[in-house]
């Protein structure tokens, strides 16, 4: 029981002000005037299914990561925050988003090789290279969007399909893709720095005021795969598995203990061994990819500690203005 005391299942807070609120795969997302509170509970998710049990500091991973790489992209777009009041809350801009996901791959993994091992050489309109191994680079980063789902499975999309749609104008639809390049390719440079390569991501936008702006996280292990670059060449020589930084891991237990999200399968029993040991990955994560001692917060009365910063945040803003 004390891995779930001391985790964020749900939030069910109610701020001054407060106009909607929404419970995401993983964030609880309070509206406030034109700023959204956004809390990075201990859920965890795969094959777009929510675990049962949380993963201890997970949130506040998911959230300093995303907040170190939205501080050091601001020169490549502008993003949604202002402000962390808390480890585990982003308080930002409330914009309307996009309703697509800017996948890009720099390497043939996960959903990429799953697809190109069934043969196809196609995947949301890119043409894929023949010859090519599990994780091989591409020549150079494909971007495969993906429809945003309420709920159920993202569906791959085409640039084509996009536009035809109308999903996103063409206007926007170039400067989306020169965006998620230029983060991309910062990121790949950030991840080198730290012995580590960038394969895929994705990022998410949205408009205020007809301005576009980045929003949600970005290269976190929710959304993000790595691998250590060093002894990369090597394994692929050998065609040996990369040792990589991800939750893939996590999707690769659920598929040995039989559960693919697929209809009729039962979600396994997650023991408190492999909870800690996810819980480890998530910190190694964060030291390995931002430099920085990962400091745990206090999570006795994790709750109340969340409501409060916030609610003294807000006070401060209100007095503020």
């Known amino acids: 029981m004390t891995i779930e005391k001391n985790s964020i299942i749900q939030t069910n807070f109610q701020f001054n002000n407060q106009t909607a609120f929404y419970k995401g795969k993983v964030r609880d997302v309070y509206t406030i005037s034109d700023q959204l509170v956004?809390?990075?509970?201990?859920?965890?998710?795969?094959?777009?299914?929510?675990?049962?049990?949380?993963?201890p500091f997970k949130g506040q991973v998911?959230?300093?990561?995303?907040?170190?790489?939205?501080?050091?992209?601001?020169?490549?777009?502008?993003?949604?925050?202002?402000?962390?009041?808390?480890?585990?809350?982003a308080v930002g801009?409330?914009?309307?988003?996009?309703?697509?996901?800017?996948?890009?791959?720099?390497?043939?993994?996960?959903?990429?090789?799953?697809?190109?091992?069934?043969?196809?050489?196609?995947?949301?309109?890119?043409?894929?290279?023949?010859?090519?191994?599990?994780?091989?680079?591409?020549?150079?980063?494909?971007?495969?969007?993906?429809?945003?789902?309420?709920?159920?499975h993202d569906e791959d999309i085409s640039r084509e399909e996009i536009l035809k749609q109308g999903i996103v104008s063409e206007a926007d639809y170039v400067l989306l893709e020169k965006y998620t390049r230029a983060l991309f390719q910062r990121g790949t440079e950030m991840a080198a720095e730290r012995g580590l390569i960038l394969v895929d991501t994705k990022y998410e936008f949205g408009k205020k005021d007809d301005k576009i702006y980045l929003i949600d996280e970005i290269h976190t292990p929710d959304s993000s795969r790595y691998f250590y670059a060093d002894g990369y060449q090597e394994r692929q020589d050998r065609g040996e598995r990369q040792k990589q930084l991800s939750k893939e891991f996590v999707r690769e237990w659920l598929m040995a203990n039989g559960f693919q999200g697929l209809e009729g399968q039962q979600m396994?029993?997650?023991?408190?061994?492999?909870?800690?040991?996810?819980?480890?990955?998530?910190?190694?994560?964060?030291?390995?990819?931002?430099?920085?001692?990962?400091?745990?917060a206090n999570t006795e009365n994790i709750l109340s500690r969340i409501e409060n910063n916030v609610k003294n945040y807000l006070n401060n803003i209100s007095v503020m203005s």
């Open 62 to 89: 998911l959230n300093q990561i995303a907040t170190h790489f939205l501080n050091a992209t601001e020169d490549i777009v502008p993003n949604w925050l202002q402000a962390t009041p808390d480890p585990n809350v």
């Open 38 to 55: 956004m809390i990075a509970s201990d859920r965890i998710s795969a094959f777009d299914h929510v675990l049962p049990r949380p993963i």
């Open 93 to 152: 801009l409330s914009c309307e988003p996009f309703k697509i996901e800017m996948v890009i791959r720099g390497y043939l993994t996960g959903h990429a090789w799953r697809t190109y091992k069934s043969g196809k050489r196609e995947l949301c309109g890119v043409t894929l290279p023949e010859g090519m191994k599990e994780n091989d680079p591409f020549p150079q980063p494909i971007i495969t969007p993906a429809t945003k789902a309420e709920e159920g």
């Open 268 to 296: 396994p029993e997650m023991p408190d061994a492999f909870v800690e040991k996810v819980s480890s990955r998530y910190i190694e994560l964060y030291e390995k990819i931002t430099g920085h001692q990962f400091q745990k």
